[in-house]
């Protein structure tokens, strides 16, 4: 269960930020629309929306995702003998233009966890948290443009000294895929949501893959909020695949942050 997010309105300059899609320009005004009826799908899961002030100094900065990894030890799936301790792991995001972020997100953070429960990635390490997939007793790291050999190390070393499994994937081939979690949800269940072009991985060889179809990849980036499934609209086969699985889904317009090559995922932080 989760019962928190962080999330971080959106800046004016938000459509100098980086992205690697050519929709146009994201209109600001849309976009703040979108955002908020995000923050609200996620109050009606249960959560209290931490919303920070904008940052006008970085563009990307609503994807508050990339700053932070989130180790929950209520999540769904986890054996609970060893693992008893939520934490956290603040990143340093592979884009040089991002750095900056991590530190206001930090101190919020430290509102909620103790010191000793702060984790850092360090130069020369680098890793966004879109490229971490929290998979019930697992963790998969994204080795992607964002993180590096050195960043997912060090993250597996934190996982690991926290009680947590984690493989390493290889995305740097695949085309389309920024971050890990574009292409790869967990919704719990045992279950990933997952694109055509990593789904043959032996690494997910013991989920039950549910494959996003082609024409509706965007819409792998989906998340799981304790009884919801958050997904972006206008992906009527993918929806229709999570409701005869079970799954309460809400759909959100997420146009304007498509453009800017985000996600649902990465709009907030979920602990
Ligand atoms: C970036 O390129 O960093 C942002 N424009 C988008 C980041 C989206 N984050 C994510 O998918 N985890």
């Known amino acids: 269960m989760f019962t928190r997010a962080i999330v971080r309105a959106i800046a004016a300059s938000f459509s ?23 923050c609200a799908a996620l109050e009606k899961c249960g959560l209290t929306v931490i919303k920070l ?14 700053t932070a990894v ?23 995001p592979g884009a040089p233009t991002r750095q900056g972020e991590v530190a206001s997100i930090r101190e919020e953070f430290k509102r909620f966890f103790v010191t000793e429960a702060i984790h850092e990635i360090q130069a020369p390490g680098t890793l966004d948290g879109g ?8 963790f998969f790291i994204g080795l992607s443009q964002r993180t590096n050999e050195a960043g997912a190390q060090q993250l597996a070393e934190i996982l690991a000294k926290c009680g947590y499994m984690s493989s390493v994937v290889d995305i740097r081939g695949v085309d389309g895929l920024l971050h890990f979690k574009s292409g790869v949800a967990h919704l719990g269940d045992n279950r990933l949501a997952i694109t055509q072009a990593v789904m043959n991985r032996e690494a997910f060889a013991s989920y039950d893959l549910i494959p996003v179809p082609a024409a509706e990849e965007y819409a792998a ?26 799954y309460q889904t809400i759909a959100l317009e997420m146009s304007e942050f498509q453009k800017m090559d985000g996600g649902l995922s990465c709009l907030s932080l979920r602990f």
């Not at 100098?16 to 955002?35: C, F, I, M, N």
Request: hydrophobic share 35%; glycine share 8%; charged share 20%.
């Open 16 to 38: 100098e930020g980086l992205t690697t899609v050519v929709l146009g320009k994201p209109d600001y005004s849309r976009a703040l629309a979108q955002h908020e009826a995000y």
């Open 53 to 66: 002030e904008a940052d006008t100094r970085y563009p990307d900065s609503c994807f508050v995702e990339d």
């Open 70 to 92: 989130c180790i929950n030890a209520l999540a769904d799936g986890r054996a609970t003998a060893s693992i008893n301790i939520s934490c956290v792991t603040m990143t340093r």
């Open 131 to 138: 490229d971490v997939c929290d998979a019930g007793n697992h």
């Open 221 to 246: 980036n989906c998340v799981r909020v304790n009884d919801h499934v958050l997904i972006a609209a206008g992906y009527p086969a993918f929806a229709g695949q999570l409701r005869d699985l079970g």
